[in-house]
């Protein structure tokens, strides 16, 4: 129970590694709203915790549509009175090599994975300021810190997570909220389905613990970033990888 009551939202929820979250979130005792587009999965999701006793809802929300965010928070106060955590994990990928990549691919990442986690917090923050708490956790990757072929606009917005938790953790640290990011390596997940094989054996061997990640290794460090056991960790940018950095 080491969410004991704590209202938390899961951006991306509905699959892979924010799915992972709820399901983790839930079973520690917090009360999950899934903000997700895969309004059927979503649904789902929230009907099978909730059929297990757990709270859990469905809200679907697109995080590029910053008043659909502002309703979605003011629905999430009336019912639950408060907002504890935030896992931005929502996030997209549209690869092609800088000479292929078109303006459309290059915006729609930046509008997901950057204007959406800026969205998000904007209008979360405010809540957790007025009760001097809270927990934002944000989703970089290792291809922040290396770089990836065929990347520009993924690796841009994962990079400039790891800034945009950096300015967070000053400014919403003096007031009591912890701003942490998670960089994932390659993790087991629809998004990497369109990785080709021998890209990922590759990848596989050049991490010591030698296997892709899996979600819940990511959600199992959510988990631990949005406990009171984080308390003091804020600016921090946690590498889940397999040591494949080192
Ligand atoms: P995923 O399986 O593709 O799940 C992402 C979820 O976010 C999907 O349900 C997706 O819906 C949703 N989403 C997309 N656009 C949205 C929007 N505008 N508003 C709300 N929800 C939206 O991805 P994942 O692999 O679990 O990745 C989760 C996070 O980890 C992402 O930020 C990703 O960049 C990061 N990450 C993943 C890996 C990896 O290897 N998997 C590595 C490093 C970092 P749709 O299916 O409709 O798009």
């Known amino acids: 129970m080491r969410l004991k009551n704590k209202v938390s939202i899961i951006t991306g929820g509905s699959r892979g590694i924010g799915r992972s979250a709820v399901i983790k979130f839930c079973e520690e005792g917090a009360k999950v709203v899934i903000w997700d587009v895969l309004k059927e999965d979503g649904e789902k999701l929230a009907s099978e915790m909730s059929g297990k006793g757990y709270v859990c809802i469905f809200q ?6 910053a008043s659909m965010i502002e309703k979605n928070v003011n629905s999430i106060i ?4 408060q907002i504890d955590v935030l896992v931005n994990n929502a996030g997209i990928t549209r690869d092609a ?8 691919q290059w915006q729609q990442v930046i509008n997901v994975n950057l204007t959406g986690v800026f969205n998000c917090t904007k209008a979360v923050a405010p809540h957790m300021v007025e009760r001097g708490k809270g927990k934002i956790i944000n989703t970089s990757s290792v291809v922040a810190l290396y770089g990836n072929f065929g990347q520009s606009n993924y690796v841009a917005t994962k990079s400039g997570i ?7 953790a000053r400014e919403l640290g003096r007031k009591g909220i912890c701003v942490n990011a998670v960089a994932p ?3 087991e997940t629809e998004m990497v389905m369109s990785v080709p094989e021998k890209v990922l ?3 596989k061997e050049k991490t010591p613990l030698g296997r892709l990640g899996k979600p819940e290794d ?4 959510y988990l631990f970033l949005a406990s009171d056991e ?3 960790i804020n600016g921090a940018v946690l590498s889940v990888d397999g040591g494949m950095t080192i």
């Open 60 to 65: 679907f929300t697109d995080v590029t549509n």
């Open 218 to 221: 990511i959600a199992s460090a």
């Open 78 to 81: 009336e019912q639950f009175g």
């Open 162 to 168: 790891i800034g945009l938790t950096k300015v967070w």
């Open 201 to 203: 054996q590759m990848m």
């Open 185 to 187: 390596g390659f993790i």
């Open 97 to 104: 090599t800088l000479f292929k990549m078109t303006e459309e």
């Open 230 to 232: 984080a308390d003091y």
